[in-house]
């Protein structure tokens, strides 16, 4: 009985063993590693197989140059990682290359098949190989490859921005075979659009029928027919694909801007509604669709694109900026209560503003008083007081802030980097107009300031009008010379003239878009004359004076200096904004008056103008 129990609890463990090997085995067999590697061993027996295949041919036929080019082009190809531009047999394809070449030099398939994979001066090489046995054997070349020589010819050189000799190849080739231009169209319409050939590119594109059932060139068509201004024949191209397929993307926000451009509102906001029934980066399209109505669409379909900006949330709007630029172009448009949160938000940050000035006015009012060294020996008789430079200041801050109403996205996506992606263009329009807000806040502050304050402080107690303007271009010279020292000693990329414009105390980019938004000459009316005197009258004015009445000179002009070097927002050059400010303040001391500073500020806005217009396109 006990043999019996025991033979029972043995069987048993038999069993359990039995089975959990079995798993532990099952799970081993069914490992990814293991199917992977059968995979890589089957790509591999097969690629022999079929290299065996080719090799048991050319012992046949050696000199059967389509085969020996079809067996390099599968070694080429057959294991090729397309994504990583990887190939395990790129040196078994570099000896069959060769060993061709070196056998059929001058065979026209031969050299036609260097032409798919080199590049560069090689390339240009088997060009001059092929040119040349073309003079010296005509015979051997069929219509066919000369044609297919001809357009690799033109991609090339078309890539190479040598359009002319692209122009030439692709005509040749077309000569040679009419087939080519169904293939190559696309490419020979973009050279006759660089050369200028624009009737001509627009006949190119007509002549092809639309039979093709490849979607990206059929719009890559349309996007030609749009630059050629064939909205119509563009715009059927764009429905057939949109038949073809809804879910293809199409750049609509493109159509809608060029469609625009050309008076078509009702047309492009068809295009910008239609972008917004997109799930990624509804936001966007939203605001784009905002930014179109405001500028061409009456205020119902505003306030529709607005509360659909709105629906998104709070942080679509966090301080009503939008809402107030629709109210400022469509002031009857109704409100919701939701809208006043933004409002409460933004006068936070105004009282907020309101009191952050302190921060730098209370240390010059309690400087003088608790430290004697910091304190001006005689009692200075200035035109302005610390409440002119806490006004100045909230000035600042303020004007700084409702710029952005100008086009409240850019404020936004500051802080928040998803939000709206501009276009290029939409950039440079607001920014120019977000320039202009702010220039115009500070004129007014600068003339505010000038209030009950005898307008003789801008010019010159100490020097005559000519003197003052001698001195400022000394000191103007002495101090190019000075920025252009710690310019070298530190490395800064002279070479790269856009870099080398902010020397001057001046932004290529906001010039630039000044100019898109004024036109050059009141662009440099503006940055030139009138932004030197209110940036006079505010550094060199009210704040050197006003802290002058608390703490010695060298303190306050130091002071200045430093507010003048921070405002304008540039790290690295900081020191050279800073030698700006001090010079300008001991000019002010000196003279006794603000105009040789505005001079020397005018010059320097001047010829940093004359720079970028001359040097930077």
């Known amino acids: ?138 015979k051997t070349w069929s219509n066919t490859n000369l044609a297919a020589l001809y357009k690799a010819m033109a991609k090339y050189y078309y890539y190479d921005a040598d359009y002319n000799r692209a122009l030439f190849c692709i005509e040749r080739a077309i000569r040679m075979e009419r087939a080519i231009l169904n293939e190559f169209y696309l490419e020979y319409v973009r050279i ?21 059932k490849e979607k990206w060139q059929l719009v890559q068509k349309a996007n030609l027919f749009l630059e050629l201004k064939a909205y119509s024949k563009a715009l059927d191209i764009y429905n057939l694909v949109e038949q073809m397929d809804s879910t293809y993307y199409i750049n609509k926000p ?74 400022f172009s469509h002031p009857t448009q109704p409100w919701k209560l939701r809208d006043l949160s933004g409002i409460l938000s933004l006068l936070v940050i105004l009282v907020i503003f309101i009191t ?11 400087a003088g008083k608790q430290y004697k060294f910091l304190s001006p020996k005689n009692v200075y008789e200035s035109h302005w007081t610390l409440k002119m430079f806490w006004v100045v200041s909230t000035g600042y801050l303020f004007a700084s802030l409702f710029a952005f109403v100008v086009e409240p996205g850019m404020l936004y996506s500051a802080f928040n980097s998803s939000y709206f992606d501009y276009d290029t263009d939409i950039v440079l329009e607001n920014k120019g107009l977000q320039i202009l807000v702010f220039i115009i806040i500070m004129a007014l502050l600068g003339m505010m300031a000038m209030y009950k304050v005898n307008a003789k402080i801008l010019l010159s107690s100490s020097y005559s009008i000519a003197k003052s303007i001698l001195i400022a271009l000394g000191i103007f010279l002495v101090y190019k010379l000075i920025s252009a020292v ?81 405002v304008h927002l540039n790290l690295f050059l900081l020191p050279v904004f800073f030698l700006f400010g001090i010079l300008t303040g001991i000019l002010r001391k000196k003279s006794g008056g603000l105009l040789p500073c505005i001079v020397l500020h005018i010059l320097n806005n001047v010829i940093a103008i004359i720079f970028i217009v001359t040097f930077i396109k």
């Open 1 to 138: 009985m006990k043999t019996y129990k025991y033979g029972i609890k043995t069987l048993i463990v038999l069993i359990v063993f039995s089975f959990f090997s079995g798993l532990l085995l099952a799970q081993k067999a069914l490992d990814h590693k293991l199917f992977l590697e059968r995979i890589r061993h089957s790509s591999d027996n097969i690629y022999k197989e079929c290299i065996k295949e080719y090799d048991a041919y050319l012992d046949k036929f050696p000199n059967d140059v389509s085969v020996l080019i079809e067996k390099c082009k599968f070694i080429q190809h057959a294991q090729r990682d397309e994504n990583e531009y990887y190939n395990p047999n790129q040196e078994e394809f570099d000896r069959c290359a060769a060993a061709l070449i070196d056998r059929f030099p001058t065979h026209p398939e031969v050299l036609l098949f260097q032409t798919t994979y080199l590049w560069g001066e090689e390339l240009e090489k088997v060009f001059r190989n092929a040119e040349k046995t073309i003079r010296e054997s005509p």
């Open 192 to 212: 006759l659009l660089e050369l200028d050939r624009r009737e001509k590119a627009l006949n190119v594109l007509i002549s092809i029928p639309d039979t093709t």
């Open 254 to 327: 493109y159509l809608a801007s060029t469609f625009e451009g050309v008076g078509e509102y009702e047309l492009a906001r068809k295009y910008l509604v239609a972008d917004t029934s997109r799930s990624y980066g509804k936001k966007d399209a939203i605001i784009r669709l905002l930014h179109h109505d405001l500028k061409y669409q009456d205020g119902s379909k505003c306030i529709d694109s607005y509360n659909a900006l709105r629906d998104l949330g709070y942080s679509s709007d966090p301080i009503s900026f939008y809402r107030l630029k629709l109210f």
């Open 356 to 366: 952050i000035p302190y921060i730098w006015i209370l240390p010059v009012y309690f």
């Open 486 to 566: 710690y310019i070298l000693i530190f490395n800064f990329p002279m070479s790269d003239l856009a870099n080398a414009s902010k020397i001057l105390l001046a932004s290529t980019q906001d010039f630039a878009a000044m100019v898109s938004t004024l036109g050059k000459v009141n662009s440099i009316l503006l940055i030139g004359f009138l932004v030197p005197i209110y940036e006079e009258i505010i550094f060199r004015g009210v704040i050197l004076d006003s802290c002058q009445r608390h703490v010695n000179f060298n303190v306050a002009n130091i002071f200045q200096a430093l507010l003048f070097s921070i």
